[in-house]
Nanobody, 115 residues
Framework: QVELVESGGGLVRPGGSLTLSCAAS????????IDWYRQAPGNQREFVAT???????KYADSVKGRFTISRDNVKNTASLQMSSLKVEDTAIYYC?????????WGQGTQVTVSS
């Protein structure tokens, strides 16, 4: 049984930082691409960042230079370090391990950026 648990969300002021974590079990973590997505109220889920099993990284233009994605294939965890947060970063953030047509989603973690 696959289980994903995201954590680390919260309320932060504009310009602040947060680090999100994703812990996975039930999959061979190293085989999977790890994506982060986010969904703001009334919006579609959007891509944030990706890291391949070999460590290739890409970011959405909206977060480039502010967010850093990483993974630890020994601990079966992934992280998203977020800095210089903006109000428009407010959303539920989801970890998404995927491999071909196999995608897994966690329950998400809420990030709210507000003064």
């Amino acid at each position: 049984q696959v289980e994903l648990v995201e954590s680390g969300g919260g309320l932060v002021r504009p310009g602040g930082s947060l680090t999100l974590s994703c812990a996975a079990s039930g999959i061979i973590f190293s085989y999977y691409v790890i994506d982060w997505y986010r969904q703001a109220p009334g919006n579609q889920r959007e891509f944030v960042a990706t890291i391949s099993s070999s460590g290739t990284i890409k970011y959405a233009d909206s977060v480039k230079g502010r967010f850093t994605i990483s993974r630890d294939n020994v601990k079966n965890t992934a992280s998203l370090q977020m800095s210089s947060l903006k109000v428009e970063d407010t959303a539920i953030y989801y970890c998404n391990p995927n491999r071909g047509s196999t995608w897994y989603w966690g329950q998400g973690t809420q990030v709210t950026v507000s003064s």
